[in-house]
């Protein structure tokens, strides 16, 4: 069966200090690969997808980026972290299919202070 | 623009109850809309999904009801327990994308025994 793992699951952060999440999938080969950012009362925000290595479509302008280094893992970072990059990050993946399920990780609280 | 509309934003429902939560959007193209569940502190999981060539979908004591014609669904719960006290989200994709999956803002769902 494939599971997802998200880590760390709660991180708190100085304001201008760099930020690394990491996601890796098992269980499966080739997926498409998601983060989302959840805040109180907007709901769930696309911010990144990959469909293969290296390949990255970004959602929305920010100041964050991501990187698909293997097939199965995907990551968030940022040089500089600011106030407004606080929030629920969301690591998800669905079959290359690309069936319209998603299968979402447990999540990363972000804090930046 | 909220591409999905979602209401209520919160609710509040008797042990017993049934749990009503309503979505509403424009795009015609799309036919692909999935229910998620979350539970605190935890990712979300697809709960239920319908397409748009039948009105109602079942699975257990969660129907989703579609109307075309308004461009509206809906998740009920029947018989509410407070084990499913949770947040609620719809989505809606086209072509059955992943990708391009929209998600309403959430319903935070309190069964009070």
């Known amino acids: 069966s494939q599971t997802i793992h998200q880590w760390p699951a709660t991180l708190v952060q100085p304001v201008g200090s760099p930020l690394s999440l990491e996601c890796t999938v098992e269980?499966?080969?080739?997926?498409?690969l998601y983060w989302y950012r959840q805040a109180a009362g907007r709901g769930l925000q696309l911010l990144f997808y990959?469909?293969?290595?290296?390949?990255i479509s970004s959602e929305v302008p920010q100041n964050l980026s991501a990187s698909r280094p293997q097939d199965r893992q995907f990551i968030l970072s940022s040089k500089k972290l600011l106030l407004s990059d606080s929030g629920f990050y969301l690591c998800?993946?669905?079959?290359?299919?690309?069936?319209?399920?998603?299968?979402f990780g447990e999540g990363s609280r972000l804090t930046v202070l | 623009q909220q591409q999905v509309k979602q209401s209520p934003q919160s609710l509040i429902v008797q042990k017993g109850g049934i749990s009503i939560i309503n979505c509403a959007y424009e795009?015609?193209?799309?036919?692909?809309f999935p229910w998620y569940q979350q539970f605190p502190g935890k990712g979300p999981a697809l709960l239920i999904a319908i397409r748009p060539d039948v009105s109602e979908k079942k699975e257990g004591r969660f129907t989703i009801s579609f109307n075309k014609s308004a461009k509206q669904f809906s998740l009920h719960i029947m018989d509410s327990q407070p084990g499913d006290s949770a947040t609620y989200f719809c989505?809606?994709?086209?072509?059955?994308?992943?990708?391009?999956?929209?998600f309403g803002t959430g319903t935070r769902l309190t069964v009070i025994p």
């Open positions: 795009n015609t193209a799309f036919d692909y």
């Open positions: 998800a993946w669905s079959f290359l299919s690309n069936t319209g399920e998603l299968f």
């Open positions: 990959s469909v293969g290595i290296g390949q």
């Open positions: 269980g499966t080969s080739n997926p498409n």
């Open positions: 989505a809606a994709s086209s072509r059955g994308g992943a990708n391009n999956l929209f």
